[in-house]
């Protein structure tokens, strides 16, 4: 891995794990903030590749380097802006939908053997997390008695994590991705919206957020028939897992909701 020590140009854009700076060659570089562990850049690379060997559309990779002490990971640049910021009001946050769905049903046509299987990966989060014992054993239990599978499966599908560009929807942020059955990740990506209803947001920006939900789940059984109700098992399953990563303040009573069961 190259180990650089240079002045970079202020970040073009941040987020929760890391600052994004432009690099060479046209790309951009992730740049993960110290208080990360160190494993996820390595890991976020080799999935994405998988990903990207697979046919899903995700960015291309480079190799990582180590700048100023973080791990930087090299990738395509994307023109565009997150479909997040095309949710204003009803009518777009239908539309908004709609594409999600389209790109997801995509995505779970692809297998990629080299990932990590879903209960293996959400078994560990779950054991790992700060949910109570009881509400552990309960959502292993049921995880236990629900079908498995080998689709690709992002882990946290979500209008903030596909970008619109000049050629289509990328998905972006594969950090978590696995192989399994993707209506535990269709319901991954409902449980995340419904977070969304409890930021603060005018009422048009969370009418928009609803008629996401709704125009994506319609549009994903549409394109892919049968399996709501089984995708509806999956949720508590699902709230669980996110409640065990680092989620923020106003999550924490929706999660723990969805985990008991209701909607």
């Known amino acids: 891995m190259e ?54 559309r995700v960015p291309r990779v480079g190799d990582l380097v180590e700048v100023n002490g973080r791990f930087g990971l090299p990738m395509e640049k994307l023109s565009g802006e997150p479909l997040s910021l095309q949710l204003v009001d009803a009518e777009s946050g239908a539309r908004a939908g709609f594409i999600a769905a389209e790109v997801h049903v ?16 959400f078994r560990k989060m779950i054991e790992a ?40 929807p990328v998905v972006i942020d594969c950090v978590v991705a696995h192989r399994g059955n993707p209506l535990a990740d269709v319901a991954q990506t409902c449980v995340a919206m419904t977070e969304w209803l409890y930021f603060r947001m005018s009422e048009r920006s ?37 409640f065990s990563a680092p989620h923020p303040p106003s999550s924490e009573a929706p999660l723990l909701n969805m985990v008991d069961g209701h909607r």
Request: with cysteine; net charge negative.
């Open 206 to 242: 969370r009418e928009a957020v609803a008629r996401f939900i709704e125009s994506y789940e319609r549009r994903y059984f549409e394109l892919s028939p049968g399996g709501r109700d089984e995708m509806a098992m999956w949720k508590p399953i699902v709230a669980a897992v996110r």
């Open 3 to 56: 180990t650089l020590s240079l002045e970079l140009d202020p970040p073009i854009a941040t987020g929760a794990t890391a600052d994004i700076h432009a690099w060479r060659d046209g790309q951009v570089l992730k740049l993960y903030r110290t208080t990360i562990p160190r494993s996820v850049g390595p890991r976020e690379a080799r999935i994405t590749r998988a990903l990207h060997d697979a046919g899903a």
């Open 129 to 168: 997390g700060t949910l109570s014992p009881e509400r552990k054993e309960r959502v292993l239990r049921a995880m236990e008695s629900l079908p498995d599978g080998d689709r690709i499966c992002h882990g946290d599908f979500h209008a903030g994590n596909l970008m619109m560009t000049d050629d289509g």
């Open 106 to 121: 995509e995505m779970h046509a692809l297998t990629a053997e080299s990932l990590t299987a879903l209960p293996v990966q």
